[in-house]
């Protein structure tokens, strides 16, 4: 029989903690809380006053997704497909694990060399939806999970963090059997660090947008040190839109941060997009013209045009709207909206045609990626709850009951291509 009795386990004011076994552990760690906690109120403060002055609020505020329900049949395959792919047994230990393991086994630049993939983009797109329904589910525990799913150090799927540009197509065939000219590392990257930023928001967890934090400075930096713009890096017939559209995460690093490093970088990059001699896609000019995107260059889009990098692209612009109140940014995005509505607009409700905007309206058939669909309604729900015009809502509705919808299998397991 023991001579003494076994350590007590804390009490359920520590419940939630990490590291709170014991009663001694508990009480350092509740301190540590409350230095954390005063701290973040301090940099709170600090970063309030950094904000630019002329920031706008939207028209509208969503309501608590904790507070909200979807209901009916679209509500009932959300539920299978929030459990399936989020909160099962399988989508834990099979689904994310496997994700996480692109970071553990970097190899996204040496599978199908000199070809650049995109295993890394999975996990943090697990991570920004998973944030979402831990909210809608108001479930702790699922937070803890999250939490602890974070990576941390080095944040890719590429050996080699400074392959930011495509080798040679030519010598691609011999893996790939055609000239492919794929890097996706900054792309996949982007998404990394959007997805620690969605767990923070869901856990307060100051350590993991810490990691958010360095893994943006050390892109930047190494970028300019590279003396590489963005615009030059990633799939090179995509006119640097993948590797631009970091500019949605880089805004709201900023709001958590306030470091002039990221919103000097934000303007940078919008300023891409309004540049002498008109190189691809040059939003701001080519959207004021009303023209089709297709009708904007001679090569009618070729590649540049690819739907899904080009709204997250715009999606982007419209949070570097709010931080700024640059009115230009926002005028620029709503006419984008005008022109994909009529002559992008596709028979299943999405935009594009098989995930290119080559006037797919013009099309007697259609094609969407999901991804397409999701981003159309982010992009329109973005604008929706920017400005308060009922408009966006039917690019909503239509989309999400829609191509939406319907491209999910009615177990939840996956997502196909709607044709």
């Avoid at 944030?131 to 590429?158: H, I, K, M, N």
């Avoid at 709010?322 to 596709?346: D, H, P, S, Y």
């Amino acid at each position: 029989m023991p001579t003494s009795a076994a350590p007590r386990r804390s009490d359920a004011s520590c419940k939630g903690l990490r590291f709170t076994e014991y009663p001694l552990l508990c009480y350092t760690a509740l301190m540590k809380k409350m230095v954390l906690v005063a701290a973040a109120a301090a940099c709170a403060v600090q970063i309030a006053n950094a904000l630019p002055s002329n920031a706008v609020k939207d028209a509208l505020e969503t309501p608590e997704l904790r507070r909200t329900r979807i209901q009916g049949p679209i509500g009932a395959k959300c539920d299978t497909f929030m459990h399936e792919r989020c909160l099962s047994d399988f989508a834990r230990n099979v689904v994310v694990r496997e994700a996480r393991e692109a970071f553990a086994h970097p190899d996204d630049d040496i599978f199908n060399a000199p070809v650049g993939m995109w295993k890394g983009e999975f996990w943090g797109k697990l991570m920004i939806s998973s944030a979402r329904v831990a909210e809608y589910q108001d479930d702790p525990e699922f937070r803890s999970f999250l939490r602890d799913e974070a990576p941390d150090g080095y944040l890719g799927t590429y050996v080699n963090p400074e392959f930011v540009i495509p080798g040679d197509p030519e010598a691609a065939r011999k893996t790939m059997g055609w000239a492919c000219d794929w890097c996706w590392n900054l792309w996949c990257r982007k998404y990394t660090m959007w997805g620690l930023l969605m767990i923070y928001k869901t856990t307060g967890d100051r350590e993991i947008l810490a990691a958010a934090d360095r893994a943006m400075t050390q892109q930047i930096e190494m970028l300019r040190k590279m003396g590489v713009k963005l615009y030059d890096t990633g799939t090179a017939a995509m006119a640097g839109m993948p590797s631009c559209s970091v500019l949605k995460p880089l805004v709201m690093l900023y709001r958590e941060t306030g470091k002039q490093l990221y919103l000097d970088y934000a303007r940078e990059i919008v300023s891409y997009w309004d540049r002498p001699g008109n190189p691809a896609p040059n939003f701001f000019p080519n959207a004021a013209t009303g023209r089709p995107l297709n009708e904007w260059y001679p090569d009618r889009t070729g590649r540049w045009g690819k739907a899904y990098e080009m709204m997250s692209c715009l999606d982007g612009v419209l949070e570097f709207y709010r931080l700024t109140g640059e009115a230009r940014c926002l005028e620029m995005v709503k006419r984008m909206q005008e022109i994909l509505w009529e002559t992008e607009r596709n028979l299943v409700e999405s935009v594009g045609y098989n995930d290119q905007f080559v006037g797919a309206t013009r099309h007697l058939n259609g094609t969407s990626e999901p991804c397409d669909a999701i981003h159309w309604i982010r992009l329109n729900l973005d604008l929706y709850l920017i400005t308060g015009d009922r408009k966006y809502v039917d690019a909503i509705t239509g989309s999400a009951s829609t191509s939406t919808s319907t491209s999910s299998r009615a177990t939840g397991s996956t997502w196909t291509p709607l044709r």
